[in-house]
């Protein structure tokens, strides 16, 4: 590739945040390159809970602008990769110890319902006692009641792929692997290079988009000049697989520990549970499950499970970006925060921290940031028609 290649948009990063832009811009008719340095939904967008969803928990904080837009995109992504997100039953067990009563569970379930429109999704329901019996060996010992509702789950790294072979069939070119190494914005113009097989390639756009996930402040440093940089913290996140199964759906239980959110979901014929928040400053791809964190979920799951032999399969960690800030990560906003060179007209823009279920809206804030340093293009298809599945 030579110096006179010229892009509308190069992004860094295809995790689901960057193949979301991709698919996005490709379908408003720019020219897109996206540079991912290992290989597709490598980051974090391999190691989430893998949950299409609203974020019951999200309501406590207040993030109610999150949850909404969140459940409309859930009902957005059931319709457009039915093959890749499915609805689940998800199961809330109230205990005599349970820090939150039925009463406030039973009203943040109406909110939630509320928030997704009353639609068929948004229901939930009382499980009677006298089926409790059958929820996977859930214990009974001190349960008082059993909750009910409706979420969705995918395969992140499906769903990552999915996006970028909608975005590649729009004409949005992928290089990977291909590592951004640094870009010099002059005037209206990014010189960008990156390497690939030992070699190094240059290029031009009109603008550069920073979706490197946990690695965002590293390639901000490589951009000259120096785009401001947002303070965050990288929380690691741990979950693990456990050979057996949940027959009934997903449960959302509270950690006896610390009383964070913890789930338990069925997951490939066997069941993930997670997830933990560490506090993690070393470098994003030494990212790996502790031994702590290990003990934490499997006395979690012990304590609401106490007859289902555990055996691990796998472990996996994924790294949140979060604003730094002096709250206990559980607490800290999970907002997508967008972080331009220019107010008006930004060369660069860098997304931080986010969720996967909103990737597809954040895209569309992104281009709507971008608006008056593109040119114009005449559009190529609307994503709100496009179905997402793998090829
Ligand atoms: C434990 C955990 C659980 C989560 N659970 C959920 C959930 O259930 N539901 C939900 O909606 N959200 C969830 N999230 C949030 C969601 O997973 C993330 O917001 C999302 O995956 C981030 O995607 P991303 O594209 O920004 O980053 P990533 O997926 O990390 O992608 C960044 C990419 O950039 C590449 N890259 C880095 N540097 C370069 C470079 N120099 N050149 C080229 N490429 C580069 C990397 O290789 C990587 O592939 C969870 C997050 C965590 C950590």
New binding site residues.
Partial sequence: MSSDCHYDIVI???????VAVAQAAAARGYSVLL????AL?????S???????GGLRYLESGQFGLVRESLKERAELLRLAPSLVKLQPFYIPVYQQTSRDTLTIRAGLSLYALLAGLGKDAGFRSIPRNTWEELDGLSTRGLKHVFQYWDAQTD?QALTQAIMHSAASLGAELRCP???TSAKISGEICEIEFAENNQVYQCTASALIN?????IN??AERISPLPPIYPVELVQ?T?LVLNGQLSRGCYYLESPQDQRAIFALPWKQHILL??TETIFKDAPEKTSPSIAEEVYLLGCFRYYFPDHYITIRERFA???VLPASGNTPFGRSRETHLQCDHPKYPRVVG?Y?????VSRVTAQKVLHTLRLSLPVRIPKADIAQLPLKLP
């Avoid at 860094?12 to 960057?18: E, K, L, Y």
């Avoid at 190691?47 to 969803?53: A, E, F, G, P, V």
């Avoid at 979706?211 to 690695?215: L, S, Y």
């Avoid at 921290?353 to 279920?357: D, F, P, Q």
């Fill in positions: 860094v990063g295809g995790g689901i945040q960057g540079l991912e340095k290992t939904a490598a980051g974090t967008s190691r989430s809970s893998k949950l299409i969803h992140d291909a590592e951004f979706a490197a996930g946990p690695w590293q390639v996140g979950h997670g997830t994924g790294l949140r997304i921290g986010g969720k996967l279920t």
